[in-house]
């Protein structure tokens, strides 16, 4: 036979002492609730899942549930999961995990995500599927608890790498993969080491750059599957995507799952853009005009006055900081900046923030405003508050615990949430539909991770998101050039990501930061921004053609 | 067991453990402790550990169970299919009902009782993937034959603990623990019987994924230790096994027929 038997003999063995001992015995009532908690715990049969009879409260999705019936039925529990963002890798990961422990084929996990993602996957698992993950801070964590989620870097170093080598996990899941996909890292190294029975690998770009980091990602999950290295980069190696070989293709779809959102069928909410004009009272735009009328050789190169017009843009605190930073490196400025802060002085309201004041009142409802400056965030706080509207302060460097409670005094207290950095990290904010984009950030990415804040899985109303352009500014040409041109705004969730992608997103982010920090003139500005349009125009006229 | 049956199954639960049902209605439950299911339930050991070195009266407390989603008027832990303390509860219950000896209750007629040993027995196939099943079965202990789903006899008939009156017990020519061993070759035999296209199935995946492991790694000596883990993984994975565990079981004093 092909079968080994394994029998418990603990049942027998305390038999054998009770008949001994003639005793004690149980009722029949007993004995029956017994039966029936054994049954309520069988698992019926091989295929399908159980866990979603376990979890009545989640609403699982119907591409949640394939994906993790797929890993469990067809992909024997190693994976990448790869769907776009926002399309609740945590909770096919979770369900995943939590079919393998109801079914016993999974007792001991390992979780590895980044370090900021560790105390809300803690939460979640414990929360919404009842499994008693615990947050890695003590070195006895690793062999006392079953469900440990890390980060990385944490149980990479000694002495965490020894004690983790000689457990035997069960399963061992990493959140945001993709930064594995070069196997030089250290990081890489770590988690080839380990013992992978089952594995999941979740990510959202499993491709940023070039095709062969696939392959590295694959290998950890099931190496040979795409051949050795050596074999891989003779076939493969030219390739620049993977629609470029059927059967490359087809061997990936057997370890990854990828949905884009619109093959889940989801019912998304509609986007409501409106873009608000505000014209320059005169005093700040005396100070914008002074700034262009600086020389380049005046200022130091790397901070042209590109930079300065962006600021007062967005608020003269702003700008402030930058000058004060200025002055202290380059005392000889002193004339010309002084003469600035003078014309400073004159401006005592900003029209943008009267202009978000009054928008704020109308929409009667929660708002959050993005900012990219931490002045323009404490001016605004301040602002609002004169005028009677409490707001909370969220920034990307806060501790977990922090921007829990300033979610939670959002959610509960105030009525404005004013953000300066959205974080691909951050935090979920679907109970609010309203969203200022105070000033624009130069990579639309940004703006994409601001917005899908608010419009992701559970946003249950449209979303408004509002676009506040000074007039004749450096704003207005980023706006009019890029935002427009690529109309950002219109599109569904998740495209943009598919054409940056494309576009090599790292060096596409570069180049703009590059051409906004670097331009000498809003001329030459013009000319770079309108070139760097043509270029995504062509790649989406074939992301379209290729589908 | 569906989330209808939760109800039926903690009234039932708590009535076996000698914890009255203080507040009843659709869909809740409020039921007292007695000191035992309090430690058993309620986690607090340095409380009891405290009352206990005072030489004090411990207070078990009451513990409140809502088995409907929809009732949000009453104070309580909402409970479902998945919910961490229905798992508490099926776990005492496991282990309070696992050795039993009763009797058929037979009245107003005098009656050899005859001795049986039952078993409930779980078995567990597992590789990558798992299924369970359950057998029922009872050796009579004076003749040695077996009956499978033996459970459905049971449950026909009324137990207790003692012997009834006008009855008296055959006692078994067979020892209840040479009865169980031939149960365990019943179930092996049972075992061997069967053909198992589970386990070639993972047997095939197995040898599929290993190939391509073992390519993997040609030639690059310096990773012997890793390609032996990943090896090693594929069979804690893959390697088909049976796991036979008794659930519970005893002897059981029939009318002899």
Redesign the interface.
Known sequence: MNVTMHWERSWKDEFVTRIERDGPWSNWELYELALEATKALTIPQFDGLQAPKHLPHITILPHQYDVARQVVEQMNGKAILADEVGLGKTIEAGLILKEYMIRGLVKKALILVPASLVSQWVQELNEKFFIPAVAQKKSYVWEQCDVVVSSIDTAKKQPHRDIIYEQTYDIVIIDEAHKLKNNKTKNYEFVQGLKKKFCLLLTATPIQNRVEEIFHLVSLLKPGHLGNAEQFQKRYGKLRTLHDDAHLKELIRKVMIRHRRHDTGIEWTKRHVETIFIEFSEAERNVYETIQRFKSPLLDTSLSHMTLLREICSSKEALFCTLKNMLEQKPHLETTISALLQKMNDINEHTKAKKALELIQTINDKVIVFTEYRATQLYLQWFFKQHGISSVPFRGGFKRSKKDWMKELFQHRSQVLIATEAGGEGINLQFCNHVINYDLPWNPMRLEQRIGRVHRLGQTKDVHIYNFVVRNTVEEHIFTLLYEKIQLFERVVGELDDILMKLQSPAFSNHLERIIAQSKSEGELKIKMQNLVEILANTEEQTHAAR | ?Q?DDIQS?LE??F??AHCPIVERSDGHIRVQLTVEMDKQLMNRPFYWHYVERIGAIGEPLQLSLITK?SIHEKKGEHI?????RLHQ???I??????????YEQVFERSAALHPWLHT?I?L???C???????LSLGIHLISGTIVESF?DVL?EKQ???TVPDYCFTISPLIK??SG?ARL?AFV?RL??SET?E???AA?A?WEE?L????????GIEEKQE?YE??K??LR???????????????VFYLEAK
């Open positions: 067991m989330q199954f039932r639960f009535t076996a989603r479902h299919f998945g919910s961490p509860i099926f776990s219950a496991k282990m309070n009902g696992r050795f039993v000896r009763l409930n779980l567990s196939y597992e990558d993937r798992k299924q369970d099943r359950l459970y449950k137990w207790g603990v209840p623990i169980l365990e092996e075992i061997a198992h589970w386990a070639d047997r995946r994924d190939a391509l492991l073992k390519h993997f790694y040609e890793e883990k990943e090693e993984a804690q994975r893959y390697e088909p096994r049976i796991h036979i565990s008794i659930i519970n079981g005893g």
